[in-house]
Structure formats: C-alpha cells, structure tokens
C-alpha cells in the first residue's frame, strides 16, 4: 500500500504541479494588465479586445502626467506672446455671437449628397490642428474620406458591427439602452455625406531611437481637436452626427492603411443637410444647471 | 496495486478538483471586471485610486455605446432642421478666417490679475454647453472660482500634490519626461488670473428611481466642449493653459463640494495674458502632417 502509494505519487503530484502553475500563471496576468506598458499590450491582444481597452490602458499612464501640457525640450526659446485685444464691449459683443451661432448647432443625420468645396474642409481641419496637446504631441490624424467605395465600404463595415454588437456583445442592459437611444442600424448619410471625416488619436509616438513615446491625454487631446472641428463646421454652415462607431475602430484602421498606434476617436459625416431633414425636438440644459460661481 | 490505485485515486482527484475550481474561479474573474456597472466600482476605492481608475472603468462601458450619440426617447418629437446657408465663397472665407484666429491661439502661463467682465466667462461656458454629448446627457460641470481665498487654496493643493506625485508617486520614466516638461511647480496663475474654470464629467447620472445611468462618452464629450471653450476665449482675446491637476481631483471636488459623480477633467485659469507674458517658440505640424484625404 504504502509502496504503491510512493509509486504512484509522482504521476499526481506532477498534474498538482501543472495546476498550480496554471493558477499561479493566471493570476500574475491580472496584475500585469496594471503594471505593463502600452507598447506591450498593443502586441499581445486580440483586435477586438485591443479596441476596447487600449484607451483604458493609456488612461492610467495619461493621469500620470505632469499636469502642465505646455510640454518643451529645454533647448526651445521662450518668444514674447502678442494677443489681440478688444474693448469689454467688443469682448461682451463677440462671445455673444459666438454663443448664438454656436447654439444652432445640431447633430444632423440627414445629409445631402450636395458637394462642398475641399478649400472649407482643409479650413476647418487646421482650425482643429490649432487645438493644445499634452506635451505638444499633436496625436492626431484626421482622415477624410471623399471617395464614394470607400465611404461604401466604410458603411458596410459600420453596419455589419453594430448588429453583431446587438446579437451578441450586448447585455439586456444595453439592449435597453439602445431602445431608448431609437438606436438605427442603417446609416445612409455615411453614402451620401460628401465627406467622411475619421479621427483618430495616435496613442503612442516613436523616439528618434524607434522606442514608443507615450502621448499623454491623448483622448482629451484629440476630443478638444474635435470640439473646435466641430465649432469650425457650424461657422461654415456644415451639418454632422457626432458617432463613435462600436468595435469598427481596428477594421477600419485596417482599411484606411493607419498605423497600429492610431485608433479611431469619432466618425463624423460632414455635408450640407438634405432638404427634408429633421433633429428631435431636445432642449439644452440652461446655463445654471452646467456653471456654478464660487 | 490496481487495488493501492483505485484507494488513493479519489484523495487526488479531490485535490484536482478543487485545483481546477480554483482555475475557474480566477480567470472568470478577468472576465467579470468588463461586465461589472460603474456603481459597482465607484464605491469600494481609495481616492487616488478612485481618480485614477474611474474613467478607465467607464471606459469600457464607454465603448459599448450604441455609437450614435444622438440619444432621445421615444416620445421626443423630431422637428424641421434649419441652418444658415452661405455662399461657397463666403464659406472659404469664413473658414479661413476662423483659422487665422485660433492659430493665435496659445497656452500662455503668465496671467494678468486685471478683471474681466463676467458676462464673457457666462457667454463662454454658454457656448461650452453647446457641445454635443453621448446620449445627449450633457455631462459636465463648469466650476468658475473668482473668490481669491477659494483660488489660493487650490493652488496650494496642487504644489502640494505635485511634490507628492514628483517625490513618490512616479517611477524614473516620468522623473525623466517631467525635466523633459521642464514642469514647474510654482503655479502662480492660480492665484492671479481673474478666473479658474475647473471643469468636471459627470461619470454618471441618477434615474428618476434613484438607480445610476452610465454617462456614455462622458470624458470625449466634456473635452469637446472644452474645445468650443478654448475658441470662444480665443476668440474674445482671454487666454488660459490648459492643465489637468495630476490626482488632485478628489480634493479638489470636496474643496468645491462636488458630488461623488463628477471628477476633475480640466482647469483653465483664464485672464488678459500679463505684459511681460512669453511662450515657447513652439510650431505646429503642416496640415500634411495630420490630414490624409482619400
């Protein structure tokens, strides 16, 4: 007994080894997630996965930061800064109209197939390029899509995903949500709108040495861009819909040929609103519901 | 021996079992952290950890919006879209005019004490709140500190956090990229500028039932509206820096008493620049550079 005890041991003590190991394996990666860098993470990980977690990633480096964003190498001179100066009432004058026109802004999904000139799209993206960055990295790519196959491929792609996001991703608790968002599968205006404009946020940048510099804020950084594309699109008279299509980042990265360290931000469909269209009738929240006074 | 075998078999695959149990157990728990609600996590957490996490938790709820950011109920009717409509040559003109004028713009550290009317700083944060935002939750809070008592002590909680965080909190990588930053941690515009807008995301909101409701997007949508923010300063001759205190949000939402669902975004101390103001003689990229048309 006590024999074939001894005997057998080591085959069981051999498959208690193997678990433990796999145990033990298996927690360590649930510390590491934390712990390594995004260069790491951006190798190993399936595409879907890296979509939805790259960002989270950076996050934690991102509140890592120094706090300043007027990031400079030493060796950059300081210039005197020269600014524009307005009367009070000039100062009272423009904000107001700046507010006014801005307050006609809506999200538009019905765009017309109308053609806009290229000159007022190149305006419009280098208002958004004059955006802060931290450390001044400029992490972003604004590719504009004017071509009709691709704007149809992109469609395709868009709409493919968000019934497999409906089907299988989502909890009830986001099929809920999406009824109550009258969320529509079909998205005409990514054909018809003359442009499509995608943003991407570069999450991390190259050294000269070829190591991966990380950008930080880069989703604020990028999403402050946008916040003046979008201002700049009112000014001219243009319509979008702010959309951030789920899970289509990583194939659309791939179709449009962007490197690995960009992912897609917003999608925004950029044209003169069709004849008939229409924005639910929503109302803004009044001024002392977003600003308190201490 | 078949006999010995047959004897001790069951002790191991007791052993076994609970080995493998415990497999289970521990990778189902990676899986779990996606599915897990924000009200979950907002709870149980440090503060520091709490700042650091909450939008890389929400983030993955985030990104499991429907994309759309048009979100209504059923029951909101939908109305004809008006727009102003401008001649193509008036929509160049425009456009390129308003790039002239942020391309002005720069983050400029040296502030005035000279006041500014208020109205402006309403009229600006009006516009703000014209950002569009994930479900239409508008989710942010503009939280504008005029009183110098309530401006001196949010200066001396960020000096103080930032020692904290230089000393302790970060590994020689960020000791490096902040000589790099050349960071300062004497912030004197916190207490001579006009004005500080601190401005907070709403992580998440309450249902009429009390139950929380996930802010989609809540960090894209506040920094949009940031972007408008910076504009409309440009735009009235104001300046400001854009900064993110590095973990002083907590203190700096119970300073303010903040509820528990808003967290520090950004704060921009916002003035006339000082005489002798400077800015380093920083270029921005080519629009080449960040513009890829297809």
Known sequence: MAMAFSALTPVFI?????????????SRKGTEKKESTPNQ????????????????????????DGGEWQGLDDDIAHIPFMTERYSEEDMVKRSKDLYTLLNKR???????????PREVIDNVIKAAGTAPSGAHTEP?????IQDPEVKHKI????????????????????????????????????????????IFKQVYGMHPDGKKKTHYYN?????IACGILLAALQNVGLVTVT???????????????????????????????????????LKRKPVDDIMVVI
């Open 14 to 26: 051999a498959i208690i080894c193997v678990l433990i190991g796999i145990i033990l394996k298996s």
């Open 41 to 64: 993470k951006a190798e190993s990980r399936p595409w879907v996965d890296e979509d939805l977690k790259d960002s989270t990633d950076l996050q934690g480096e991102e509140e890592d």
């Open 106 to 116: 809506r999200s538009v999904r019905f765009i017309s197939d109308e053609p806009v």
């Open 140 to 144: 972003w790519t604004f590719v504009v």
């Open 155 to 198: 469609r395709e792609i868009i709409e493919e995903e968000e019934e497999i996001n409906y089907q299988k991703r989502m909890g009830d608790r986001w099929v809920n949500d999406l009824k109550r968002l009258r969320t529509n599968w079909i998205k005409e205006y990514l054909d018809t709108a003359p442009y499509l404009i995608l």
């Open 219 to 223: 989703e604020i950084s990028v999403s």
């Open 243 to 281: 959309t951030t299509p789920l899970n289509c980042g990583p194939r659309l990265r791939v179709l449009l040929q962007r490197p690995v360290n960009e992912k897609l931000l917003l999608l925004l469909p950029v044209g003169y609103p069709s004849k008939d269209a229409t924005v639910p009738d």
